[in-house]
């Protein structure tokens, strides 16, 4: 184990929310089945509501050159020592982790659910470049100590994506825990506008703030991209590919609930995920795209008639 990751062990000890209790090292399987496989799963911290009805299992993956290996030794944990529904697997990945592991191990999260799994992924310190996650794991613990980093922030986010926000008949709602839900929202409503159902759901809504992928340079209200719905029940969920906000749940939310207000969605996105906030009118090469997009869409969008805001994933991710 890296130094960071056990900097942030000692940092979620240290910080433990009040009505908590926060363990390193905690083993997910028995001495029996342990010994029986050959392997002994750990969480890297364990948090513990007081009550005992709520349990987060943390693994933080700061450069792991297959972090999907710990998704799959919880996954198989489940199949002989099933998690209760009480308890949520939930992995923590940073920028120094590759695009193609870090995206293989957040599809791996919706197999983990398919299995009737508790999981999500999320990104660990996202404003920080691969290349100081990469200094910042080589430094001493005590040059780490003498830093800023927030680990405060590193909980309340793992927390965040972990709670669901609301219930519908068929789901449980949360927040976006990993930008790739991001990117697959925004593909999914821009997709779906091609439909004549897909209109006709979405109606004529007004919208100030944007998400923005420049690899499509497509663009999508940023509230739609911020929610991600779970099926509550795993037998029955959709096919993976599609297990993303859709416009028939979308438009079944009561807009009056606070918990899916669009303010808490884009400062979600920004404050919690690192995406970059900007003005359209700041950035002629955002805004030239922009004003390409919304034409095709016009008919459906209502801008705020604020300044019009746009958010982009950090530039490591792209």
């Not at 799963?41 to 710990?70: C, H, M, Q, T, Y």
């Not at 310190?125 to 613990?141: G, K, Q």
């Amino acid at each position: 184990m890296g130094v960071l990751a056990k900097y942030l062990q000692d940092s979620f000890i240290e910080l433990c929310p009040s009505g908590w209790t926060c363990r390193r090292e905690v083993q997910v399987l028995d001495s029996r089945l342990a010994k029986l496989f050959g392997y002994a799963p750990a969480a890297d911290v364990l948090l513990e509501r007081a009550d005992g009805e709520r349990k987060l299992w943390i693994e933080f993956e700061v450069s792991r050159a297959d972090p999907v290996a710990n998704h799959a030794k919880f996954a198989t944990a489940h199949l002989f020592q099933p998690q209760r529904p009480t308890e949520s697997f939930v992995s923590m990945v940073s920028s120094h982790v590759t695009r193609g592991r870090r995206n293989l191990a957040a599809n791996t999260i919706f197999l983990m659910r398919h299995i009737g799994m508790s999981a999500f992924q999320t990104t660990l310190f996202p404003s920080l470049p691969p290349a100081e996650i990469h200094r910042l794991n080589h430094l001493s613990r005590q040059q780490l100590a003498e830093l800023t980093l927030d680990a405060h922030w590193e909980i309340e986010r793992a927390m965040q994506v972990s709670e669901p926000l609301g219930m519908t008949d068929k789901h449980r709602i949360f927040f976006v825990g990993d930008l790739l839900e991001v990117i697959c929202n925004l593909q999914y409503w821009n997709r779906s506008v091609l439909t004549q159902t897909g209109r006709e759901l979405w109606g004529r809504r007004r919208v100030r703030y944007f998400v923005f992928d420049p690899k499509t340079n497509l663009f999508a209200p940023s509230k739609f991209c911020a929610y991600r719905p779970i099926h509550s029940d795993s037998a029955s969920a959709p096919s993976i590919p599609t297990a993303n906000m859709t416009m028939e749940l979308y438009a079944s939310l009561d807009e009056s609930d606070p918990r899916f207000d669009g303010n808490r969605a884009w400062r979600h996105l920004h404050e919690h995920l690192g995406m970059r906030l900007l003005a359209v009118a700041e950035s002629p090469a955002i805004s030239a795209l922009f004003e390409k997009w919304i034409e095709g869409v016009r008919d459906m969008v209502q801008l705020d008639g604020r300044a019009t805001q746009v958010l982009s994933p950090p530039e490591w991710f792209e």
